[in-house]
């Protein structure tokens, strides 16, 4: 006897099993019928519902003491996406909320990745790049095609969008909206024969956008098709968004309406390079050539840009760069002359108004990391904490001179940033830890085991609670007591 038909796509299915799971079919069925009237029947559209589910938005006495923006990768242009809560906060706040959230397809975190493989289960089902937490809302992006809304207090869903491509960006929201942008890291084959040859290649074959949704219910306002991915999360300064893709171009967007301001041909793709605004001006690095550039937000030109020899692919695409003070800071992955040890991680500190390099410094030597080649530097109160993907180290360097104020062997990889508060650097790392740091010297209080593994997934610490993604398709709020008392260990 022939099973019935379900005409969901798989993916679907299992958001809607994830969301039974949570909720109960009561609670889904309630939530599916306070939503707005049906629309007329559209095939592809029930092939890929979106969903939404008002009930679960928080109160707003409790968004009231989140953020209230978010407007670049990590929420500012020094990266670290930390914030104290005011003391008329629910205590539970302040003290930190404890959830997990699967998202569709998701991986158990103590289990193998899909098919043996980090890299495809990143690809397929992870949530590589890290959250925003805004208004009591967590927003994530996910590479099978999704973007969720999640409650910060409980981590049910309100609402999730499908965008027809990975997305591998922080949501920024601002004014109401939503902005999401998808692409993949992929050539065809065509542009991969014209990387060979040394010719211009586009990268990210697909569907590849610039969506601006309604915050409240994940809807659709506008869409921005661009040709190459628009991987990297983009900038919104005012009321424009600025985004560079695979086809070697920055775009700037009116946030309103998605309309075309300028667009400036760099030749360089970007990778995963977000840019970083400052003075007029946004900071962005780019591959094939390997370009650090600055853009002028009002005419697009390019004020100025720097080559970086010696880079491995994908160059200085990869690292999201930091600003603070007039200076801005980058990371690249260079050559080295050893077999054993063929590349090293440079910290590069380069002169806002003119991009002449105010000083370096090359990492130990290691071997190639397996996928993201650099980590995110984070500033705060003049001190950059970066770590090298390729010796494992993190370090803490003054960002003015360079000088190296402590460094820790934690033998492990790291792509993301940290998230400093209250001194302390909670830093995801290896496969599925977080650590925390004392700032001040280097000291490991403790290391918390999450499970899964940590792409460029820098954390989010609002109050009491460190919010975070995995490449294994999960978000986790964890109190940051949690971490600190967790495995205790030595100090370094």
Known sequence: MNEPRSFLHPRARLLISAAIAAFGVSALVGAWAQSSEPPERNPVAEEFPNQYFPKNLPSPELAEAFPKNWPTYAANAGRNAAFSLPASAPKALRDGVSWAFAGAGAVPL????????????????????????????????????YTYALNAIDGKLIWAFYGWNMTMSNPLVADDKVFVSTGNPYFNFANT?????????????????????????????????????????????????????????????????GA???????????????????????????TKPNFFYAIDEDSGNIAWKVEIPDVVPTGVGDCTPAYADGVVIDEVTVKSDSKDHPVANVLLALDAK????????RLPDGPIPP??????????????????????DYFAVDLKTGRELWRLPLRSQMRAGAAIHDGIAYL?????????????????????????????????????????????????????????????????
């Open 110 to 145: 103590d289990g193998p990745p899909m098919a043996g493989n980090f890299k495809t289960t990143a690809y397929t089902v992870g949530m590589p790049v890290g959250v925003s937490v805004v208004g009591g809302v967590v927003y994530v992006g996910d590479d099978n095609g």
């Open 193 to 257: 024969m014209k990387y060979v040859r040394g010719e211009r290649p586009t990268r990210g074959p697909g569907l590849n956008t610039i969506f601006a949704l309604d915050q409240k219910s994940g809807k659709e306002i506008w869409a921005f098709h661009t040709p190459g991915e628009a991987m990297p999360t983009p900038l919104l300064d005012g009321k424009f968004l600025y985004a560079g893709t695979g086809d070697g171009h920055i775009y700037k967007l009116a946030a309103d309406t």
């Open 260 to 286: 075309l301001v300028w667009k400036t041909d760099t030749v360089s793709f970007f990778s995963m390079s977000s840019p970083v605004g400052g003075d007029g001006r946004l900071f962005v690095g780019g």
């Open 354 to 361: 003119d991009g002449h390099i105010l000083w370096q410094d």
């Open 371 to 392: 996928a993201m080649k650099t980590a995110t530097p984070v500033i705060v109160d003049g001190v950059v904490y970066e770590g090298s993907p390729v010796s494992g």
């Open 428 to 492: 995801p790392h290896g496969s599925g830890d977080i650590a925390a740091i004392r700032a001040s010297d280097g000291a490991v209080l403790g290391v918390k085991h999450v499970g899964g593994a940590f792409g460029p997934s820098s954390p989010v610490i609002v109050g009491g609670t460190l919010y975070i993604s995995n490449i294994f398709g999960w978000v986790n709020a964890i109190p940051v007591a949690d971490i600190q008392n967790s495995r205790k260990a030595a100090a370094q």
